[in-house]
Structures are given as structure tokens and as C-alpha cells.
């Protein structure tokens, strides 16, 4: 049974020719954390349904979020990105409480490529499957870069899926533009899907940090469950050095003379 979320002071319209959202009515509640909620709304008159995205702003953190993404968005406009259609920011009953927030209404997508590997209980997909999906990741992510945008997140979570199977990229609100003069912050990108030189701390980095965390996607869809599930930054460096090199290799050295792990990180148990 579906939950439904009562959003009774959400009024809204798209290019300002439907009204998508009247006050009273129930919404399909798709998703929800601490500092944003996903809606699935449908205009009365054509019965099209959207996505409704509410973010909460409790701080500059998350004004500097909404305008990433907006940004990122408006940008990049692809059949394998999701389409943002109005945003504006409004008061709402956010957890109870009467917030200011950030709206975004997008296209509806019926589910995500972390809902289907959930589903699955056959563990991995089909290759045909396989290929379908990573065409499709590797057009969006390719228009995305050439854009000079990196995502920054992403992982299963942030890839939906359209009834068709079309694939869309979602979730830009870690996109930054790629610039050689930028420091950027290494703790971004969850950390299964990380990359070496974020584990490593790096400041200046490229949207190369995309590419590692489509290639763990990839592999998570043969396998059924993420290839590198560490627990900590430390064990999910040793977890990148057994995949890539095995413990036996001397090209550990690397990440003694950089400091992280030392000699004493080698003789954890990373399983």
C-alpha cells in the first residue's frame, strides 16, 4: 500500500498553463530524507503526472544545493538527463514543521536502477540488460561532461527509470564545473562509488571521478550488490588495492608514501 503525504499549502503551476497541485489534496509520497522529499502530482485537466521535489533550506548549504542543481539542469538538457520543469521557492509544511523551500517540478520516472537491483532476486541483470542501461549512462554522462559539469554522486540511487526504459541521470545537486583552477572538496561521491583520488583527499580533480563510479555501477549490475562495500575510507582503499592489484603487490607502496594506509592497514580484515 502506497504512503501518501498531504501537502495542503503546495499550489503550483508548469510554464503557468495547468495547475498541477490544488490545496487539500494527497500526494504520492516517492521518496524522503531529512532535507528533501520527492511527489508524485498529476495535473487535473490532462491527467500528465510529474515529480514534485521539496527542499528544505535550513542553511546556506542547501540554498548553494538547489542552485547547483538548477544550474546543472537548465544546462544540460538531454533525453538521458532528467528534465526540470519550473522551480520557485515556497513556504510548506516540510516534517511538520513550516519551512522555506526550494520546488522543483520534473518529469516522472516510475523507478530508479536501485529499486530494479533491489527487486531483483536473481541477483545480476541480464547482459542485454546490461547493455541497454550503460548505452544509455554513457550518452547522458558524456553530454554531461561536455557540458564541463561533473556529477559528483553518482550511484544507483541518482540513475531512474521511465516505464519505456529510458534512463535518466538525476539528482545534480553535487554537480560542480570542472575547472583545472577549482579546489574542490574531496568527501563527495558516496562512498562505495568514490574514487581513488577522493579517498586520497585530492583538491583538484575531473569529472574522471564520474567515470570510476559508472564503472562500479556497471559491475553492481552483474553482480547484484555493489562490488565495493567499505565500511570506512581506510577499508575502502584496501578494497580498490585488492580488486585492482591483489595483497601481494608491491604498487601498495603508493599509498604508504602518500600516507594513508600505513604497513598496519594492510593486516585489517576488509571482508
Known amino acids: 500500500m502506497e504512503d501518501h503525504y498531504d501537502c495542503t499549502r503546495v499550489c503550483v503551476s508548469v510554464n503557468s498553463c ?28 490532462t491527467q500528465v503526472q510529474f515529480a514534485l521535489k521539496v527542499m528544505a533550506i535550513r542553511g546556506e548549504v542547501d540554498y548553494f544545493l538547489f542552485e547547483r542543481e538548477i544550474g546543472a539542469l537548465n544546462i544540460c538538457q538531454h533525453p538521458n538527463v532528467v528534465t526540470s520543469l519550473e522551480s520557485w521557492r515556497e513556504e510548506v509544511i516540510f516534517s511538520g ?5 526550494h520546488m522543483i ?6 523507478t530508479s536502477l536501485r529499486q530494479k537491483l533491489l527487486d531483483n532476486v536473481h541477483g545480476g541483470f541480464e547482459i542485454h540488460s546490461i547493455k541497454f542501461i550503460t548505452a544509455q549512462l554513457i550518452r547522458g554522462l558524456d553530454f554531461v ?4 559539469i561533473m556529477h559528483r554522486d553518482l550511484k544507483p540511487d541518482n540513475i531512474l527509470l521511465t516505464s519505456k526504459g529510458v534512463v535518466k541521470i538525476a539528482d545534480f545537486g553535487m554537480s560542480r564545473p570542472v575547472s583545472p583552477e577549482h579546489v574542490y572538496t574531496p568527501r563527495r561521491v ?21 567515470l ?22 581506510i577499508s575502502q582503499v584496501g578494497k580498490h588495492h585488492w580488486y585492482l592489484y591483489g595483497w601481494g603487490s608491491s604498487d601498495f607502496m603508493i599509498y604508504n608514501q602518500l600516507g594513508l594506509p600505513t604497513f598496519r592497514f594492510r593486516r585489517e580484515k576488509f571482508w
Open 18 to 45: 495547468c495547475k498541477l497541485v490544488v490545496r487539500g489534496v494527497a500526494l504520492v509520497l516517492l521518496w524522503k530524507d531529512v532535507v528533501q522529499t520527492v511527489l508524485r502530482v498529476k495535473d487535473r485537466q
Open 212 to 233: 570510476w563510479s559508472l564503472g562500479c555501477i556497471v559491475a553492481e549490475m552483474f553482480l547484484g550488490e555493489p562490488l565495493l562495500q567499505g565500511s570506512s575510507e
Open 190 to 210: 558516496t562512498l562505495w562509488y568514490r574514487s581513488p583520488e577522493l579517498l586520497l583527499m585530492a583538491t583538484n580533480y575531473s569529472s574522471a571521478v564520474d
Open 105 to 110: 517540478v520534473m518529469e516522472l520516472c516510475e
Open 97 to 101: 514543521v513550516l519551512t522555506n523551500c
Open 145 to 148: 561532461h561536455g557540458k564541463g
